[in-house]
């Protein structure tokens, strides 16, 4: 897995959290020429896990994450406002409805 945030803070926050070692990579978002909704950083996650971006699954919660997902090629799901992200291919209420089951 890879974090593909825009926020500086990223490693910080994992690491405060425990979660680090769950990833493997984090796009450093200083590595950005543009912000979402240019798919650059969704590219660069995928790349860097040696994945083609259609193999991919980006969540967001965000209208331009989920329109940067979708110029990646890869799944988008929404966490949040159906209505807001009505672009998404899937859009949950919360990220406690997240499950590999909803992929598979």
Known sequence: MAITSASFNAPQLLDSIGLTHYFDHIVDPA???????DPDIFLKGAHALGLLPSDCIGIEDAVAGIRAI????????GIG????????????????????????
Do not use: I, Q
């Open 70 to 77: 979708n110029a990646a090629g890869s799944y988008s799901v």
């Open 31 to 37: 590595t950005l020429v543009r912000g979402k909704p």
């Open 81 to 104: 406002d159906k209505h807001a992200l009505c672009e998404a291919k899937l859009v949950l209420p919360t990220t406690a409805a997240l499950s590999l089951t909803l992929f598979t």
